[in-house]
T-cell receptor, first 113, second 112 residues
Framework: RKEVEQDPGPFNVPEGATVAFNCTYSNSASQSFFWYRQDCRKEPKLLMSVYSSGNEDGRFTAQLNRASQYISLLIRDSKLSDSATYLCVVNGGFSGGYNKLIFGAGTRLAVHP | EAQVTQNPRYLITVTGKKLTVTCSQNMNHEYMSWYRQDPGLGLRQIYYSMNVEVTDKGDVPEGYKVSRKEKRNFPLILESPSPNQTSLYFC???????????FGQGTRLTVV
């Protein structure tokens, strides 16, 4: 089982749609959770951190479910500019002596007019 | 402006010709990493460094070397590149190993 798993997509949605991505992680000791956005052939950039209580930033909402070990990202009112790959990132717990970030392979979103 | 700078952005080289990709950060971060990204495989860690003169292997270290002589710089060295090292490479830095990572713009390497 991969440490962080995401549906690769692509998710093809029209402008204005609401789209949700899920991500599961294997280490129950994980404490840090993030969503990153990566445009084609560019560097990943932090979209938002994910907190236990859930958090919202404009059209984006992130949720954490520790019991089921998954995090989600909801995008409302999709824009063309939201087209990108969304990476789920989780800290892997102390493995090999240190606590590092584990990146999912990403979910691709394509928003069309 | 806080940033991670990688050079070069694009590189085409031949098998066996040693090359170095530079990485520099201006955020005084202790932790730095190198990743490679290949289609369908996501980001895989090559090497990381906890601080000056402290480096260690990541998940895919074969064929790579690194050094950390100064806090801000973390170059990636390919002593004898091979075609299977053709990839998109990213350098990243962060305050700690489990906090937000800041990435350089990437280096697209092709080995022929």
């Amino acid at each position: 089982r991969k440490e962080v798993e995401q549906d690769p997509g692509p998710f093809n949605v029209p402008e204005g749609a609401t789209v949700a991505f899920n991500c599961t992680y294997s280490n129950s000791a994980s404490q840090s959770f993030f969503w990153y956005r990566q445009d084609c052939r560019k560097e990943p950039k932090l979209l938002m951190s994910v907190y236990s209580s859930g958090n919202e930033d404009g059209r984006f909402t992130a949720q954490l479910n520790r019991a089921s070990q998954y995090i989600s990202l909801l995008i409302r009112d999709s824009k063309l500019s939201d087209s990108a790959t969304y990476l789920c990132v989780v800290n892997g717990g102390f493995s090999g002596g240190y606590n590092k970030l584990i990146f999912g392979a990403g979910t691709r979103l394509a928003v069309h007019p | 402006e806080a940033q991670v700078t990688q050079n070069p952005r694009y590189l085409i080289t031949v098998t066996g010709k040693k090359l170095t990709v530079t990485c520099s950060q201006n955020m005084n971060h202790e932790y730095m990493s190198w990743y490679r990204q290949d289609p369908g495989l996501g980001l895989r860690q090559i090497y990381y460094s906890m601080n000056v003169e402290v480096t260690d292997k990541g998940d895919v270290p074969e064929g790579y070397k690194v050094s950390r002589k100064e806090k801000r710089n973390f170059p990636l060295i390919l002593e004898s590149p091979s075609p299977n090292q053709t990839s998109l490479y990213f350098c990243a830095s962060s305050l700690a190993t489990y906090t937000e990572a800041f990435f350089g713009q990437g280096t697209r390497l092709t080995v022929v």
